[in-house]
């Protein structure tokens, strides 16, 4: 996501640190070129002029003409800046009881998936969610959910057979709410593939019926300007309380990112980064900022190892370490809880610099490799690569369909492990240190206190 956009920024502020006194000339062509590259990452005009002026306001001002690197000034004037365009601070969900969240948006923006994966991350955060099914116009969505329901071990309200009355069915669904043990209700309707009095009308009547805490529009943001438009226009007739971007993942350039949040004046919730449940993230602009920039988001990366390791795992590499007794089965553990953590080059665009990694690396391909190496070893050769002669590296690289120069580099890189780990010292110290460095890596408990409101 926002690879384009990205490489363009990254290429002008290489320039720009070049310089070795910052002037309103080579300042004023740096703007130009970042605003080219915010237009053709389909930002909303307004939104790119307005964006560009604020940042030479600051840009020009006498501190930083001063400061012992200009560059490096500006490209932080402009992290701020980008950090404050695409919200600020998170915002966190209203949870105050009767605690309804209503999700809205047009047809294939993935609002069923979105409703789903908010549950799931709910029940994750120690909340009790239920799921209503009110797309009365396509009943496969009202399949999906009830599918995905199960998925996640969620109570999902499924409406009558042939129901054709929203408000009824809504009503209906209320009652059923009352019998269930949850406390946060997510309530999916009904989209149209573009927005018009009926659909607006059924939702403020929806809206009037439920009062709900929160109106959540899932925009597709591989949509660009249209997805500003739609919400816009949703805005105005029902008051959104927050926004829902989805498809980052396959997004290149970003702009209904980086304008919605600007002219709806509402902050965007979460985003969506894969189609599979678990790929669902709160939103943090100040970290998006750091990707766009190319300073990656390490925060966000250790937040996921934290959720995808297991602690008896991390126990029994620390024991490894300790004894500088790692092998190969343990190198295939580790890659088996990278890929828990989620798309390679999701995890990539986390760390920086990571933009710059080749493909082979970003799209997950050299994992596989390596994975093929190990598989085509036998349990012996595991334990003791030493004993991996010229004639079993041969036969290896046959059996995973690689080299034997690709069976070598994996030994090499191994070799180079086992020293890198012999003085480590005790992971816990580590992680603990690292907790202490600024990052603040965040707890469940955390999670809670701080995005979603008490009760």
């Not at 899932?218 to 498809?247: M, N, P, Y």
């Not at 190892?305 to 790692?326: G, I, N, P, R, Y």
């Not at 933009?355 to 190990?374: F, H, R, W």
């Not at 480590?424 to 809670?448: H, I, R």
Request: hydrophobic share 40%; with cysteine.
């Amino acid at each position: 996501m926002f690879s384009r956009l990205s490489d363009q920024l990254q290429q002008t502020f290489k320039n720009l640190r070049g310089q070795g006194r910052i002037t309103e000339a080579n300042i004023s062509e740096a703007l130009r070129e970042v605003r080219l590259a915010l237009l053709d990452a389909d930002v909303h005009f307004q939104v790119a002029k307005d964006f560009i002026a604020r940042v030479k306001e600051k840009a020009l001002g006498e501190t930083v003409i001063k400061s012992v690197a200009p560059g490096q000034q500006i490209i932080k004037i402009f992290q701020d800046e980008l950090t404050q365009l695409l919200g600020g601070d998170a915002a966190p969900l209203d949870l105050n009881k009767p605690a309804r969240i209503l999700m809205v948006g047009l047809n294939g923006a993935g609002k069923t998936t979105s409703s789903a994966k908010l549950a799931k991350w709910l029940k994750a955060q120690g909340q009790h969610p239920m799921l209503v099914a009110l797309d009365l116009v396509r009943p496969a969505a009202i399949e999906q959910l009830v599918t995905l329901g199960k998925q996640i071990e969620v109570p999902v309200f499924e409406p009558a057979a042939g129901s054709t009355d929203v408000i009824a069915t809504a009503r209906e669904a209320l009652a059923w709410c009352e019998q269930q043990h949850g406390n946060v209700t997510i309530f999916d309707t009904a989209g149209r593939r573009e927005i018009d009095e009926a659909l607006v009308n059924e939702l403020s009547q929806l809206k009037e019926l439920f009062q709900p805490q929160e109106i959540l529009l899932v925009c597709d943001g591989a949509t660009g300007q249209q997805a500003v438009s739609v919400a816009e226009r949703f805005h105005a007739a029902l008051e959104l309380t927050g926004l829902i971007l989805t498809k980052l993942d396959g997004d290149a350039r970003g702009g209904a990112a980086l304008s919605l949040r600007s002219v709806t004046g509402r902050p965007i919730k979460f985003v969506g980064v894969g189609e599979k449940l678990d790929q669902w993230e709160l939103f943090h602009p100040d970290r998006l900022a750091g990707r766009i920039l190319g300073m990656g988001d390490v925060v966000s990366f250790v937040e996921k190892a934290a959720e995808a390791f297991e602690m008896d795992e991390m126990m029994q590499l620390e024991k490894k370490l300790k004894t500088s007794s790692l092998d190969l089965n343990d190198f295939l553990a580790q890659l088996k809880m990278i890929r828990r953590m989620g798309p390679l080059e999701n995890l990539v665009g986390m760390l920086p610099g990571g933009a710059k990694l080749p493909p082979n690396v970003t799209n997950g391909k050299e994992l596989t490799q390596i994975e093929a190496i190990i598989f085509s070893m036998t349990l012996q050769e595991r334990k003791r690569p030493e004993i991996l002669n010229a004639r079993r590296r041969h036969r290896i690289a046959q059996g995973s369909g690689t080299t034997v120069t690709a069976v070598n580099n994996l030994l090499l890189r191994f070799q180079q492990l086992k020293k890198m780990t012999k003085n480590m010292g005790n992971m816990k110290k580590m992680l603990a240190q690292f907790g202490k460095s600024g990052l603040n890596m965040p707890s469940q408990q955390n999670y809670q206190r701080h995005f979603i409101s008490p009760k």
